[in-house]
């Protein structure tokens, strides 16, 4: 059986490494006997920067892209259009029985596209997530993928529901649990070894930490202009490390918001690698972001999250975890009420979110290659 993995930006990478080991375990244990599978790693190069790419290639330990499509930054027309030539003449030459996608990027959604129309199987992992917002991208980029998808994997219950909802077939789904857990049980250790929040001064539980690139905050000049107010505020109650992405970056500097402030207790920082990422996130007393991943994180490891958005694709970290969605007229109130209480938020950790997911992903792409 051969299989194209699709890798584009730095959410997937993380989606990508468990399959990978898994794929690795299989052929192990199945030497000879069996379906023996040989997979092609692809990145469409959506995210390039060392610190967005590479760095997380390294962290994981992953191999190498077999293809690198060099597509870049660009409109979202202009990059979907560069990933479906490039990707397409990829299919073309290697013929895979499937493409397997994750995570709602461009790249996915984009690769997804191609394979359909060429007669690929698709197999989506992440699928069946939706914050029914389209003024997203990334809701698009799950609608058309899902649509498209021969195998929907999904993370929780509440995707599982989705699907069904939009007529997909239930053959086609299969719950897995989350796939990005698989790889935060596998570094976590090494991430608390790092104790990355001393390279800014910080003492465990003692600072919050901020991530926030969505477009709908970051691309508009008076929208970052007043997060960056209520982030100076914010940083009076509890020192702040705000790991700047290259699109807040890009704006910032643009409206001329990237400076001194908050009498260095809102320190700005480069976007931190795998590990330092979530050795931080594990030791904060808080997390505040607009990611997808960072919620799904926060829940596992039981930090309580502030989302700044309407709403989110990923409802079971509000129902199960640890995450609260907030705006800029709630967030001090909201910070309040967490410094105040000493308790991190009741909750759990949702079914099937065990490290088990990659394995569990290839075992069902064997199943039903050999149907
Ligand atoms: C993309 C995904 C988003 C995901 C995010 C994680 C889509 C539609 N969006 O958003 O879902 O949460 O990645 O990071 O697929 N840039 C660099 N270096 C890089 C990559 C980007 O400087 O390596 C800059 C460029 O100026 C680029 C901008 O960031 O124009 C945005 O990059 P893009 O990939 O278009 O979207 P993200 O905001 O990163």
Not at 80 to 85: D, E, K, M, R, S
Not at 90 to 104: F, I, L, N
Request: charge should be neutral; hydrophobic fraction near 40%; charged fraction near 20%.
């Amino acid at each position: 059986m051969k299989l194209i993995l699709v890798a584009g930006a730095r959410p997937n990478f993380m989606k990508i490494a468990p399959l990978i080991r898994a794929i690795g375990i299989h052929n192990g244990k199945h030497k000879g006997l069996g379906t023996t599978i040989r997979s092609l790693l692809v990145h469409t190069g959506q995210h390039y920067n060392l610190e967005m790419s590479k760095a997380f290639f390294r962290n994981l330990s992953l191999p190498d892209p077999d293809i690198n499509l060099e597509v870049g930054s660009g409109s979202h027309a202009a990059q979907t259009a560069q990933i479906l030539l490039r990707f397409e003449t990829v299919c073309e030459q290697e013929a895979p029985d499937w493409v397997v996608v994750v995570g709602d990027v461009n790249s996915t959604m984009a690769s997804t596209l191609v394979a359909a129309k060429m007669g690929i199987r698709v197999a989506h992992v992440e699928a069946g997530l939706r914050s029914f917002d389209r003024s997203m991208p990334e809701e698009i980029n799950r609608l058309v993928t899902d649509a498209l998808a021969d195998l929907l994997f999904t993370p929780s219950e509440d995707a599982d529901a989705n699907l069904l909802c939009e007529g997909v077939p239930a053959s086609k789904i299969k719950r897995v649990g989350n796939i990005m857990i698989d790889t935060l049980l596998l570094h976590i250790n090494e991430a608390r070894r790092r104790k990355p929040f001393e390279q800014f001064g910080l003492m465990p539980k003692e600072y919050a930490f901020v991530t926030l690139h969505r477009p709908s905050n970051v691309d508009d000049g008076a929208s970052l202009a007043c997060i960056m107010d209520c982030l100076e505020r914010m940083s009076g109650l509890i020192p702040i490390v705000f790991a700047v992405h290259p699109r807040t970056r890009k704006n910032l500097l643009q409206h001329d918001l990237w400076k001194d402030r908050g009498k260095r207790r809102l320190i700005l920082c480069n976007p931190l690698g795998y590990h330092d990422s979530i050795g931080i996130i594990d030791q904060a007393r808080f997390v505040l972001t607009d990611s997808g991943g960072i919620q799904e994180e926060t829940t596992f490891l039981r930090v309580p999250c502030l989302t700044l958005r309407p709403n989110t694709e990923r409802p079971i970290t509000i129902t199960k975890g640890t995450n609260k969605l907030t705006s800029l007229g709630t967030l001090h109130e909201d910070i309040e009420v967490i410094l105040l209480c000493g308790e991190v938020p009741q909750g759990g950790v949702p079914e099937l979110w065990d490290g088990l997911t990659g394995e569990r992903i290839i075992g069902s792409l064997i199943e039903h290659h050999c149907l």
